[in-house]
């Protein structure tokens, strides 16, 4: 089944130990996004592409990273976590309709939980 | 710019009662509306969608329609299990964009 997939599921760093979490697809959608998300609130975009095109939403702090090598990988770099980036990252993809009256959504990934010690 | 506005939470409710989850929006243009459903734990799943004014879009006894004339998407349910407590979120897609609500979790007892 196509799907959307992240690894590890948990995650447990230390404060100021560089992280990565992955995501990987095989939907084949050229649109990837990566959220933050608290205690069941909404989930809180901090950036997305458009195929290799980064758009990186205005609030996300520079301490958030992403990289995207290829269609179906990517990647998401926390270079010095604090307590308060302890949280669910989800990962998403959706096809890219700009402009179109078809239909949209995200597919999301389970998620990867971050601990920060 | 687009929002959603969803009811707060939490919400409990014993077995095989009625649910229903106010869920407004505003946009411009032709957005999409979604109910996602997230378990503890878990990521987010599309528990249905509706694309357009009058769309009524249903899984598993949920069910909601787009109404334009309200700008609403209430999510409801005849009886809901035990197994469907979970946070729910309504959401609006435009574009490449997808906004969220604030989520409600809802608590079913038996």
């Known amino acids: 089944d196509a799907m959307v997939i992240q690894n590890p599921r948990y995650q447990v760093t230390q404060f100021g130990k560089p992280v990565t979490l992955s995501c990987s697809q095989t939907?084949?959608?050229?649109?990837m996004y990566w959220y933050q998300q608290k205690s069941s609130q909404a989930p809180k975009l901090l950036f997305h592409?458009?195929?290799?095109?980064?758009?990186n939403e205005a609030d996300t702090p520079d301490n958030f990273q992403s990289r995207r090598p290829n269609t179906s990988f990517c990647f998401l770099d926390i270079r010095s976590p604090g307590l308060g980036d302890a949280a669910m990252y989800l990962c998403?993809?959706?096809?890219?309709?700009?402009?179109?009256?078809?239909?949209?959504?995200?597919?999301f990934g389970p998620g990867t939980r971050l601990t920060v010690l | 710019g687009d929002s959603v506005t969803q009811m707060e939470g939490p919400v409990t409710l014993s077995e095989e009662a009625f649910l229903t989850i106010n869920c407004t929006y505003t946009?411009?243009?032709?957005?999409?509306l979604f109910w996602y459903v997230q378990y503890p734990g878990e990521g987010l799943q599309l528990l249905l969608k509706?694309?357009?004014?009058?769309d009524k879009g249903s899984n598993k006894g949920f069910e909601a329609t787009y109404r334009k004339e309200t700008t609403s998407f209430h999510l409801e349910k005849g009886s809901v299990q035990v197994s469907d407590s979970a946070v729910y979120f309504c959401?609006?897609?435009?574009?490449?964009?997808?906004?969220f609500g604030a989520g409600t979790r809802l608590t079913v007892k038996p």
């Open positions: 998403a993809t959706s096809r890219d309709l700009t402009g179109t009256r078809v239909s949209y959504e995200q597919f």
């Open positions: 939907l084949n959608h050229n649109v």
């Open positions: 592409y458009y195929d290799k095109d980064f758009n």
């Open positions: 946009a411009t243009g032709y957005p999409s």
């Open positions: 509706a694309t357009k004014a009058d």
């Open positions: 959401a609006l897609g435009n574009n490449n964009d997808m906004r």
